[in-house]
């Protein structure tokens, strides 16, 4: 029962779809900076998490009665690695128990290491139609650096297996940052991708994250390109793939017109989902909840009836006016006032006016249509713009307020 507790979905949009999210946290080995909960050296509890994650969903499913979904996302780990006939068993059942929407984009991220044609042919056939390869370099020094389990050659395998297959939406994830990389191995990175003919790239700035075997390393003095060549090849990368014909429509995404990731958009416009496994995170209903990071404790609480809910909090309409400008701020159709103050009932003004002033910076626009957005240069720099322009939200919000409360004060005092 959705965690264990009921939750309304009145609270849902007219006319709002849902996203589901399944995670598969087995890997066949580590990443060295990779802090997603992910876990190698368990396929031993395969099986059980099957049963665990098929009891969630047939749980689940009727809060979601009547409500169109329109993506499906099974991410990592490495969700290929779990096996074809588990992953189209899990297909068929939210198949079966959800309203899948005709045409709806149904993405599974994998390796390609872990891939074959004879299982995307049948993965496709059960109704897959988007693929997310982790490619992440072409230099295989860089690949080794970070301890991935491909090589480069089997990229290029694995992207002609999903074509065979008739892959039709194909994303390739890369990375720059990485260690012993130069901009002349980054670019041949990115030309190597653009061959590869795919729908969508996804290109992500390396971070070092608590607690990874990278950060260890760190620590005892290995070096990484620094932040002056990070963004060099950021800004590289943007011109590079708007001439190729893949346009920024996100920070780190980039793609042919029609083939944005319906599902990613949907977490930076707030539009609702569900998410299933352990460390899968969910937006229905007016809820925003977590499920417990612990493979056992999430197997062993829905087949045995206990809590595996981490974290949940309700979320009032005008308190997510942050979560817009937050998300929104990241992707390229930026924020409009209307929509501003029609949906949260906030003076948009405050704001305006040091978004004019990021322009004169060049870091950001305002388009012919009337929306801001971040340019390139403000991405490089998204997290301190939108701070400040969340603080001015926020004294905007004390400063609505402030009248009002003086209001109910003197009405008490008489």
């Not at 971070?207 to 590289?236: I, S």
């Not at 002033?357 to 870091?363: C, D, K, P, R």
């Amino acid at each position: 029962m959705f965690g264990r507790k009921k939750a309304p979905t009145a609270q849902l949009g007219k006319g709002d779809k849902l996203g589901i999210y399944i995670h598969i946290p087995f890997c066949r080995s580590k990443c060295d900076y990779c802090d997603f909960y992910s876990l190698a050296g368990r396929e031993k509890e395969m099986d059980r998490y099957q049963k665990a994650l098929l009891a969630h969903l047939n749980e689940t499913a009727p809060l979601a009665q009547g409500i169109l979904v329109d993506t499906i996302y099974f991410g990592g780990g490495t969700p290929s690695y779990y096996g074809e006939k588990r992953l189209r068993e899990l297909l068929g059942a939210v198949q079966k128990l959800f309203q899948v929407e005709k045409g709806a984009e149904i993405t599974l991220e994998a390796n390609p290491d872990s891939v074959t044609l004879k299982g995307l042919k049948a993965l496709r056939k059960a109704g897959f139609n988007r693929l997310s390869m982790g490619m992440q370099s072409a230099s295989q020094e860089e690949l080794n650096a970070i301890h991935r389990p491909h090589t480069a050659r089997q990229v290029d395998e694995a992207v002609a297996a999903a074509k065979k297959a008739r892959f039709k939406n194909l994303s390739l994830d890369l990375i720059y940052g990485l260690p012993g990389q130069t901009m002349d191995s980054w670019k041949a990175t990115v030309e190597h991708a653009l061959s590869l003919i795919p729908q969508h790239l996804s290109c992500y700035g390396l971070k070092v994250e608590e607690g990874t075997p990278l950060c260890a390393r760190v620590a005892a003095g290995e070096q990484l390109p620094d932040d002056d060549l990070q963004a060099d090849e950021y800004l590289w990368t943007v011109g590079r793939l708007a001439r190729a014909g893949y346009p920024q429509y996100e920070i780190s995404n980039f793609a042919k017109p029609g083939y944005e990731s319906r599902h990613n958009l949907r977490y930076w416009l707030t539009q609702p989902y569900i998410g299933f496994g352990p460390g899968a995170h969910s937006d229905f209903g007016g809820r925003r909840y977590s499920f417990v990071r612990d493979l056992d404790a999430y197997i062993d609480g829905v087949l045995n009836g206990g809590s595996i809910i981490d974290n949940e909090e309700l979320i009032p309409r005008r308190e997510r006016c942050g979560e817009y400008l937050m998300l929104r701020l990241r992707t390229a159709r930026g924020i409009e006032e209307w929509e501003y103050r029609s949906d949260y009932f906030m003076d948009f003004a405050p704001l305006e006016q040091r978004l004019m002033e990021f322009q004169v910076q060049g870091w950001a626009q305002k388009t012919p249509e009337g929306r801001w957005r971040l340019t390139p240069k403000g991405f490089l720099v998204s997290n301190q713009l939108i701070g400040d322009l969340l603080e001015r939200q926020r004294q905007g919000d004390l400063a609505d307020l402030l009248p009002k409360a003086r209001e109910q004060y003197a009405r008490q005092k008489n």
